[in-house]
């Protein structure tokens, strides 16, 4: 398998086959699978949910909703899409209890990414 640039991937043979989310939301799902994949660790569903909000929200603050919405995403079975979308490009590794569906219903975005900041 070709060695991937983790630092420099523009995505684009996943994009060709899947436009529906931009490059950086792909490159930011990167940035969580890495650091909760540090030692081999096989991380679940949550997990990388829960991380994405987070960096999402440090990144972003209160613009997080929006920056989001902008990449394409609106729900966590968003999140599954691309997890699969990166399987398939060869960037990560699945087990076979993995599925998109372990995605559904992890938060609703709006409130995971706005409510923090709803004064």
Excluded: C
């Amino acid at each position: 398998m070709e060695e991937i640039d983790f630092e420099s991937d523009s995505f684009e043979d996943i994009l060709a086959k899947d436009s529906r989310y931009d490059a950086r939301a792909y490159a930011l799902l990167m940035d969580v699978i890495h650091f909760l994949g540090e030692g081999g660790k096989h991380m679940t569903s949550a997990d990388i949910m829960e991380e994405f909000k987070e960096r999402a929200l440090d990144q972003y603050g209160p613009l997080s909703y929006m920056v989001v919405t902008e990449w394409g995403l609106s729900r966590t079975e968003d999140l599954g899409e691309m997890m699969f979308n990166l399987v398939e490009g060869h960037r990560v590794r699945k087990d076979e209890n993995d599925t998109p569906e372990s995605f559904a219903g992890g938060y609703d975005f709006r409130e995971a990414f706005k409510g923090p900041y709803v004064v």
